[in-house]
Every structure is written in C-alpha cells, then in structure tokens.
C-alpha cells in the first residue's frame, strides 16, 4: 500500500514507519524536517510545516494514498485543512487521539463516553485550546466533515525506552536521587501501553476495515502507589511522597485526582489482541532502573 506518515520520525510514530516498512508498504512521511529520521533510502521525505495550509496543499497536489497516519494533529483548524487537502486523495485517515478526552471522573472510558459526531465545533489553533480539548474539537471536525473513512485512536499514556516525555523517567531519576514526588492521589488507577503496541494497533486501525472511534489501551491498569512500590522493589530506594504542597518540579507527570482509564472491548471485539500491562510495565521500570542508576 500506498501510505503518508504524519509524525513518523520518534517514539510511535517511528515504531508506525518501521512496520509498514516490514509489511512491505511504500512510505512516505511528511515532517518540518527538525528532526532526522532514521529510514534512509526507504522512505520518502515531505518536507513541509502541516501549519501551512496552503504549502501543505501544494506539497500533496498530485498524490493518493491508501493510508494517511496524522499523529501530529492538535486543533480544529489543522483537522480542518487535512479534510480539504486530502478530498479525493486517501482511502482512510487514521487520527492519533488521546485518553485526555474524557473526563477524569473514576469510571472507567467507553468510546461512547465522548461523541465527536455531534460535538459542536469551534475553529481555533491548538494554543487556543487545552490539549483534550483541541483533540476532541479535532475529532469533531473529522467526523463531521471529511469525505473520507477516519478512525480516531484513543491512546493512554504511551510508554517505552525512546519516550522523548521522560515521564516515567522523572519518578525513577526522583526516587534515585531521594527527592520528593508530590501527587493528589496516589491510588488513583490509569491506563497504559507500550509505543510498539500503539504503533501496531495503528497499523491495524489502518488495515482493517474499521470507522470511527476506538480506545486501544494494554490490559490493566495500575496505581501510582504500586508503579512507585515498582520503582522501589528494582532500585532498593525508598520514594519520598508528598500528599499536599510540593513544588512544579516535584509534580508527577502522572498525577490525576481520581482514576482515569479506559476500556478497549471495542477493539478487542473488532481483532485486536492486547498485552498485558503487568506483564511487561515491571521489565521496564527495572530497564530504567539500570539505564539510570
């Protein structure tokens, strides 16, 4: 197949453009060219700001596609220029969207949870909007109006050894150097997956004949008080918690004030098999551990 990769060079992205690469696929991705990728010769290279509406437009003119990956898309205006310069031109668009749609509210998040498809949309750019609310104005936007299949991917946090976050580095590095970690609720349970399970889940959104909105999450889920017994049991440090006060630099990048996680039966029951969160979220912690100590 023919297929664009918008945010193909790092984390899931680049795990994304390595299995289409795999499988087989003709790969182009689309970057401002800020940072190198890693595919030489085995790709094709775009380079263009997918800000520039009208460069944007010119850059794709005379293309088709059977996939079009966006992984980098955070507003409406952005949602809105991709509708219009790929009319035509893909046979199915593959939006990453976010956990960060829902509400934090304790229950656990069905696809049903947040309808884009009667979302009233308001235009803006994504400094307009908080992170959820760009990607939910987003969705909206490409469920109301493009003239092509979409499905929207609902990812967790997304985990791994080349997460450029650090967000899971950030407890290992405080608990290390035996500096406090100040969260809200430390029982609160949230939802996870790895970037090579994001990026086959992709893949499969990509290949299957699926629409609309689907979570793709690993199995599980898990507190901020046994991730932290996790980093404890693997480095032999005991992790200083705040509760209350503490400041920006103490704050966990995990920190929610009630659990906050979702359900992937949707995708389970279209084919999809997910991991295990417990079997593979210990290995990584104690990978961490090593890199770090």
């Avoid at 689309?30 to 890693?38: C, D, N, Y």
């Avoid at 609310?133 to 936007?141: D, F, N, Q, T």
């Amino acid at each position: 197949m023919n297929i664009l990769v918008l945010g193909g060079t790092r984390f899931f992205g680049q795990k994304l453009v390595e299995l289409c690469l795999q499988e087989g696929h003709h790969v182009t991705i689309l970057t401002r060219g800020q940072t190198k990728h890693l595919f030489g010769t085995n790709i094709k290279q775009l380079l263009v700001d997918r800000n520039d509406g009208e460069a944007l437009a010119q850059a794709l003119a005379h293309t088709a596609w059977d996939i079009v990956y966006d992984n980098i898309c955070y507003a409406p205006d952005e949602a809105q220029v991709m509708c219009e310069v790929l009319k035509g031109k893909t046979k199915k668009l593959v939006f990453t969207s976010t956990l960060s749609i829902y509400e934090v509210d304790g229950k656990i998040k069905k696809e049903e949870d947040f309808d884009p498809f009667h979302y009233p949309i308001r235009m803006g750019q994504r400094e307009d909007f908080s992170y959820g609310e760009g990607k939910r104005l987003a969705e909206a936007v490409l469920f109301q109006t493009a003239t092509f299949p979409v499905v929207a991917v609902r990812f967790p946090i997304i985990m791994g050894e080349h997460d450029y976050t650090r967000r899971l580095h950030f407890h290992i590095e405080r608990i290390l150097r035996g500096q406090p970690i100040t969260v809200s609720n430390i029982h609160a349970r949230m939802s996870y997956m790895t970037d090579k399970e994001a990026a086959a889940f992709l893949y499969f959104a990509g290949m299957y004949p699926i629409e609309g909105p689907y979570n793709a999450t690993a199995n599980g889920t898990i507190s901020l008080k046994e991730l932290i017994a996790l980093i404890e049991q693997a480095s032999g440090k005991q992790a200083k918690i705040s509760l209350v006060g503490g400041d920006q630099a103490s704050q966990s990048p995990y920190n929610v004030p009630a659990h906050w996680y979702m359900s992937n039966t949707k995708a389970t029951t279209a084919g999809f098999t997910f991991s295990e969160l417990h079997d593979w979220l210990p290995k990584l912690v104690t990978t961490f551990v090593k890199q770090l100590q």
